[in-house]
């Protein structure tokens, strides 16, 4: 009997690759990002086109995904500073759209990690600071 093959890679990598193509196919830039021990929390594309300007994008399996911990920590502090972050689950017309739409992450939040990860209560930590 053979040995069953596990894939190359996971779904979430097939998506991005196919939504790299169909957004470059669009006029846009992409720029796939990789993290390291030093760069963490960090979107997966980093997008710029000439009409519509730049996006950040987070690529997620619809059926099965999650934040890191470094997520949860760092996208309030970048939406606080404007940062925008759009969440991708397809190469499609319907997921592209999202990206003419107000920065989404926060619709995939699910609610058990505001235990561990209170949005409100981390921005509100981040106003004191800057009043500081």
């Not at 991708?88 to 739409?101: H, N, P």
């Not at 926060?106 to 990690?113: G, I, L, T, V």
């Not at 209560?121 to 004191?128: G, N, S, T, Y």
Request: proline residues 7%.
């Amino acid at each position: 009997m053979g040995r069953i093959k596990k894939p190359k890679h996971g779904p979430e990598w097939y998506i991005q690759r196919d939504l790299m193509v169909y957004m470059r196919i669009r006029g846009w830039l992409v720029e796939r990002m990789t993290g390291n021990m030093y760069q963490v929390g960090i979107p997966d594309l980093y997008c710029f086109h000439p009409q519509w300007g730049e996006r950040w994008i987070d690529v997620k399996n619809p059926g099965r995904y999650t934040f890191t911990d470094d997520q949860k920590r760092k996208w309030p502090v970048w939406e606080r500073a404007g940062i925008g972050i759009w969440i991708l689950t397809g190469a499609i017309q319907e997921e592209y759209d999202k990206l003419f739409a107000p920065p989404n992450w926060r619709d995939y939040w699910k609610p058990q990690w505001s235990k561990e990860f209170n949005l409100d209560k981390l921005l509100a930590e981040l106003r004191e600071e800057e009043e500081e």
